[in-house]
Structure formats: C-alpha cells, structure tokens
C-alpha cells in the first residue's frame, strides 16, 4: 500500500540529514496519514479512507467530507478523492434541492 493519502495526494518527500561534519545521508519525509471513517451525507454511509492529518484539518474546517470536496479542485484531488466527489455530486444530483422543506 502506498503511503499516499486518499484526498490531496501527499506523498513523502525526500532530503538529506546533515551532520556536523556536513556529510549528507538521505533520509525520507513521511506524511502523517490516518486511518480515519469519515461520515458523507450525500451518499448515506461512512467512508474508510487513508487521510493526512492536515487534509483531516480542511474537512472539518469545510463542515465535513461532502462539502469538502465540492469546494476543492479536480486538481488538487488524488484518484480516491475524485471518484469520492463524482460519487457525491451524483447522490446529490438525483435528490431534489428542497426534499427537506416538503417533509
């Protein structure tokens, strides 16, 4: 399993250590990626996704998975975050805008 998260994509990233000497080994940057369930509305279930802490942070910032991807650009998704959102726009394109003002 790669260690890439699910919405955004990040991957790890690669440098150097430096040591006193200024000799430079390499070294790797990891992401911090969770195993987090996150709850979409649109689509009525909950979705098991890998996610970076910092991807974590833009979703509840946006008030959850759903309109967290609405708002974001194709492009900055990764493939999971993009079938996730055309999932999404497609659940909420066959229920009607105002299905809970009638009930």
Known sequence: ???RCDLTGKKAQ???NVAHSNVKTNRRFS???QKVSLQSDA???VVRLRVST???RSVQHNGGLDR???KMADEKLAEPGLRLKRAV???LAGT???ASAKA
């Open 89 to 91: 726009r497609k659940a």
């Open 1 to 3: 399993m790669a260690r």
């Open 54 to 56: 910092r991807a974590l």
């Open 14 to 16: 690669f440098g150097h």
């Open 68 to 70: 967290y991807l609405m």
């Open 96 to 98: 009607p805008k105002n």
């Open 43 to 45: 689509l009525g279930r």
């Open 31 to 33: 992401p911090n990626l």
